[in-house]
């Protein structure tokens, strides 16, 4: 499908997967450069439209993008007055599993802070000795061994423990109150899903 845009260098544009409106009015790829704002409102329609990208990735099952931010020029516009730099887009942070990318859900942040809003189960069952290993995997850019368990809900809780820590120490650090708030609410609901 391709759309017409009047006053745009380029008046004739395709879709961006199926969805996405590039109504830039200057040439955002061509083969010295790549707007990197373009690669980034790019990147999070793949993850929200792409059927390669959700098959690989079944977290951005049922991700959504808001209906403003379709629009490149909109995007951007929003983009360029964040601290964005050397940091990736997400839209978890500030709300645990959030779906919805828009300027209220989303924020820039570093890529370990990225990382640790991943979810990861935290244990794992040895086959030799029967044992639960609670590991809490990307702290400091390495695993941390946090113990051995006989049961599941022990090693469980232990995990949690750690991971809503780290979390907690990790948002003590922040100098955006969105983004502290965001790490405490996740603190919080790593505890309380261990107690279930």
């Given at each position: ?71 490149f020029s909109v995007f951007r516009e929003w983009m360029v007055k964040q601290d964005w730099r050397d ?103 790593i505890l309380n899903r261990s107690i279930i």
């Amino acid at each position: 499908m391709t759309l017409m845009f009047p006053g745009a260098r380029y008046k004739t544009k395709k879709m961006t997967y199926g969805i996405g409106i590039n109504d830039a009015d200057y040439v955002v790829v061509n083969d010295n450069y790549r707007c990197t704002y373009y690669n980034t409102w790019k990147s999070m329609l793949e993850r929200c439209y792409s059927r390669k990208w959700i098959d690989r990735q079944p977290a951005y099952t049922q991700c959504t993008v808001d209906p403003e931010w379709l629009f490149f020029s909109v995007f951007r516009e929003w983009m360029v007055k964040q601290d964005w730099r050397d940091k990736h887009l997400d839209k978890d942070v500030l709300i645990p599993g959030n779906k919805h990318y828009s300027a209220v859900t989303c924020c820039f942040v570093p890529r370990s802070i990225n990382n640790m809003c991943k979810s990861g189960k935290g244990v794992t069952k040895k086959k030799n000795t029967g044992r639960y290993i609670a590991q809490l995997g990307g702290m400091k850019g390495k695993s941390q061994h946090l113990g051995s368990f006989n049961t599941f809900d022990e090693a469980r809780k232990c995990y949690a423990t750690a991971k809503s820590a780290w979390f907690r120490d990790v948002a003590s650090q922040q100098q955006d109150i969105r983004i502290k708030a965001g790490l405490l609410c996740h603190a919080d609901e790593i505890l309380n899903r261990s107690i279930i």
